[in-house]
Structures are given as structure tokens and as C-alpha cells.
């Protein structure tokens, strides 16, 4: 016997004798969860404890049964090879606008490799028979209104985040949003899910589309490099313009709080030329037709334009001169643990609310109104900002 295929038998006897057995089965450890929904995109990821190659079965919201046929597959890959990891995110493209579509997501194991050869294991997946499948809809520019929930300055507390959500009921809503700082520090994935995104996905992220809007604090840490593999995984950047019904977001990446030196960044940073790099990109975004022509424009950015610190110094100067002409009808904030409303005036033309960290926002906006309600974590009503048009 060639000493190859010598190995082989070796490794499927492993494989059949119950060696492998012994082990736990792959599962599905977090999610999943949608990220960057558009009229015609979504990103959905999920984890798995085991190494593994996945893939989303879509099928429409017809009255079929999600098994009246083999529905089709779409495989996390890259560059013609299916991704093989523990976190894992496949893009649904060319979809249609305002549409409902039902999915079920695949995880594969990868039990071993012997040069070209691979032993899959088994497969784990979310249901599509007892539950019934999950299912999640478009956003559409025609829709004429819009509900929403900001919830923000989290910072670990996950059961706080719960009851927050219980409030805002962000499962009955079109979209939500993470404000920043979700956690003070990104050590880990467990601190990740622990601190927040397990609620996350519990109470809505499975079928309402979250976009997360990055804060200085998910800068910071061991872990923070990592960000990107677990929210908006397969988007260019952490800035992005989210059109839904009236309303056209610009979700901004406002970085650290602090000069690029401060020693409490290690000389890592380099969040000045980034923000920079941002302005370029915000410059041409604003001249986009899905943001033109929405009746509202709300910008979304973790530091406000006010404060002294450095960073909320560069989103006032290299942010709010492009958004000023842009017309932007209110920015959305956290950061600053308190609630704080500043009106329209000479240098920043639009109001700013900075929400504070035990309160969640509510939003709905029509053609011609758009309304907040900013609720505590005692159930009362903390503000209510009406535009109207
Ligand atoms: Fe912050």
C-alpha cells in the first residue's frame, strides 16, 4: 500500500470506528443574523463550533413548502472556493426590491484534509419543518413609511440591552441600529455575543436587518482587527448609506476619541488619515441618487459633532461641512452617557441627539413626518423629536 494511501485508510477508519464519534457534532453556535440588507442584497453569517464550509438555501414566500423542491444554494466563497472557517457569511444578490424571502442556512463540516482530498462530517442547520424557515424582507424606496430602533453605549450589559428591546420591540420594526460602543473593549467572540449580539439575535436579528454603526470603544482591544468578520463581513468599508421607504441613513465610522498619539492607543491608530479617507467617500455618497432623492436624511454616527475631544472635533470638521450641504434633517449620536438635544445653528445646520446610554430611540418617518421617541429603562418617555415637511 503507497504510503498516501496508506494515510487515508488510516484517517476513514478514524472516521468510521466512532473515534470521531466521540466528539461533539457541529453546531450552529450564534445566529444567524442579517447585515447590510439593501433593495437588493443581503449578507447573512452565523457560527459554528466546528470548522466548517456553509451556504444558504433561498426560497420565495410563496405557499409552497420549503421542501416542494431542492431550493438554491448560495455558497460562502471566494474567488471560486467555498470558504471554509467558523464564522461565516454568504452575500444574496439580485434580489427583488420590498420583497419577502423565506431561508434556511447549511454548515458542513470539514472533519480532515490529506492533499487534495477532504472528510466532510455532518451538517448542522436551522429548521425549515417544525418552526418553519426564517425569512426576512428587502427594503424597498417606494415603501411610504419606515420604522426603526436605535439602541446605543451598551457596553456589555446585555441584560440592561434586553429590556431596552423589549421596550422598542424592534421585531415589529424595518431596521435597527447598534450606535457604538456595544462593548467597552473587544477582547473576544465570547465577549462579543455574551455582551450583546446573543440578545441581538434572540429578539430580532434572525429576520430584521441590523446595521451597525461602529464606536470608538469596538476599536479598542485585542480582538478589534476582528470586527469586520462578524459585521458588515463582506461590505468595502464600516460607512454606508442604508436607503428604506422615505428615509436615506448615513451610517459614518467615527473611530477614536482621542489624537492618534494618546498612549492609550500604542501607536496603532491611524484613525485621522481614516476619517479623511471617509470624507472622500461621503463626498461622492451624498451625490447618489438613494440619497438625493429620499424625502429624509438622517445621519447616524456614534461621537457627535460637539464635546472638545479630538475625534468629535473631526466629525464637526471633515463630516458635518459635506452634510450641512447635503441637508441632513437630524443626526443620531451616543457617546457622551447622557441625553443630550442640540438645535440647528450656524456651524452644524441640522439638530444633533446624543441618546443616552440607558434609553432607546423609536423612530418612524412617512414622506412628511419624521418622529422619534426616546424612551428609559424605566418605560418612560424620555423626548419626542418631531420634523415635519
Ligand atoms: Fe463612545
Known amino acids: 500500500m503507497k504510503r ?11 472516521f468510521c470506528t466512532g ?3 466521540a466528539q461533539e457534532d457541529i453546531k450552529i453556535t450564534h445566529g444567524p443574523y442579517l447585515q447590510n440588507m439593501s433593495h437588493n442584497e443581503v449578507t447573512i453569517a452565523w457560527l459554528t463550533n466546528k470548522n466548517a464550509i456553509s451556504w444558504v438555501e433561498l426560497a420565495p414566500d410563496d405557499d409552497t413548502h420549503f421542501y416542494v423542491t431542492e431550493r438554491p444554494k448560495y455558497f460562502a466563497a471566494k474567488n471560486g472556493v467555498k470558504s471554509e472557517g467558523v464564522v461565516h457569511a454568504v452575500k444574496l444578490t439580485g ?11 447549511f454548515s458542513q ?13 455532518k451538517v448542522a442547520s436551522t429548521a425549515a419543518y417544525q418552526t418553519g424557515p426564517l425569512s426576512f424582507t428587502t427594503n424597498d424606496y417606494t415603501k411610504k413609511d419606515v420604522t426603526f430602533t436605535v439602541i446605543n453605549d451598551i457596553h456589555g450589559r446585555s441584560d440592561m440591552m434586553k429590556t431596552l428591546l423589549e421596550i422598542a420591540a424592534p421585531a415589529k420594526n424595518d431596521l435597527v441600529f447598534f450606535n457604538g460602543d456595544m462593548v467597552s473593549s473587544m477582547n473576544s467572540e465570547k465577549e462579543l455575543f455574551d455582551g ?30 476582528r470586527f469586520q468578520d462578524y459585521f458588515s463581513p463582506l461590505n468595502p468599508e464600516l460607512y454606508f448609506l442604508v436607503r428604506q421607504g422615505p428615509v436615506c441613513f448615513v451610517v459614518l465610522d467615527c473611530g477614536e476619541d482621542k489624537p492618534d498619539t494618546d498612549i492609550e492607543y500604542s501607536g496603532i491608530t491611524v484613525y485621522d488619515e ?3 479617507q471617509e470624507m472622500t467617500w461621503l463626498k461622492e455618497a451624498l451625490k447618489q441618487k438613494e440619497f438625493t432623492e429620499a424625502p429624509f436624511k438622517v445621519a447616524i454616527c456614534h461621537m457627535p459633532p460637539f464635546g472638545g475631544w479630538h475625534g468629535e472635533q473631526e466629525v464637526l470638521e471633515k463630516f458635518v461641512p459635506l452634510l450641512n450641504d447635503a441637508g441632513i434633517d437630524i443626526m443620531l449620536c451616543g457617546h457622551l452617557h447622557r441625553h443630550i438635544k442640540k438645535e440647528a445653528g450656524p456651524q452644524v445646520k441640522f439638530p444633533v441627539l446624543a441618546n443616552g446610554n440607558e434609553a432607546v430611540i423609536k423612530g418612524r418617518i412617512t414622506r412628511d413626518e419624521l ?5 428609559g429603562l424605566d418605560g418612560k418617555q ?8
Open 109 to 121: 463540516e470539514v472533519a480532515g484534509r490529506q492533499n487534495h482530498h477532504i472528510f466532510y462530517g
Open 4 to 14: 498516501t494511501t496508506f494515510g487515508l485508510f488510516i484517517l476513514l477508519l478514524f
Open 95 to 105: 434580489l427583488e426590491p420590498g420583497t419577502r424571502y423565506r431561508y434556511r442556512v
Open 382 to 389: 424620555v423626548d419626542r423629536i418631531n420634523i415635519r415637511k
Open 196 to 225: 450583546f449580539m446573543d440578545v441581538g439575535v434572540e429578539t430580532f436579528a434572525k429576520e430584521i436587518p441590523m446595521y451597525y454603526c461602529r464606536g470608538n470603544h469596538e476599536t479598542r482591544g485585542p480582538f478589534a482587527t
Open 371 to 375: 418622529a422619534l421617541d426616546i424612551t
Open 274 to 276: 481614516y476619517r479623511t
Open 19 to 21: 473515534s470521531a464519534g
